[in-house]
């Protein structure tokens, strides 16, 4: 079984910072990308920022000049510092994992169970 334990989140003003944490465990084989992805009341869940082993990072939105994205270097725990928050950041923040577990024998998306992040004016 693979499991996903975030923590970081919290409250902060705007102007402030953030960091998440994401810790795949369990039955893994290989990890292929990690990233987190956002969900505001009300809206679709968006792809916030991925990374793969080696390096290479997505930002598909546009946090990219003040989020980032990092691997530590066993590749199991994913990072995302949050700079320069402002309310439309508050969101759920959830990680995700795309994970070949020696148990399914086959890729698979695990999701962590979501963090809030809430910016206040």
């Known amino acids: 079984q693979v499991q996903l334990v975030e923590s970081g989140g919290g409250s902060v003003q705007t102007g402030g910072s953030l960091r998440l944490s994401c810790q795949a465990t369990?039955?893994?084989?290989?990890?292929?990308?990690m990233g987190w992805y956002r969900q505001a009341p009300g809206n679709q869940r968006e792809l916030v920022a991925s990374?793969?082993?080696?390096?290479?990072?997505n930002y598909p939105g546009s946090v990219s000049d003040r989020f980032t994205v990092s691997m530590d270097s066993a590749g199991n725990t994913v990072y995302l510092q949050m700079n320069s928050l402002n309310p439309e950041d508050t969101a759920v923040y959830y990680c995700?994992?795309?994970?070949?577990?020696?148990?399914?024998?086959?890729?698979?998306?695990?999701w962590g169970p979501g963090t809030q992040v809430t910016v206040s004016s």
């Open positions: 995700y994992a795309d994970i070949n577990s020696w148990r399914s024998g086959r890729i698979s998306t695990y």
């Open positions: 369990g039955s893994i084989l290989s990890i292929y990308a």
């Open positions: 990374i793969i082993p080696g390096g290479d990072t």
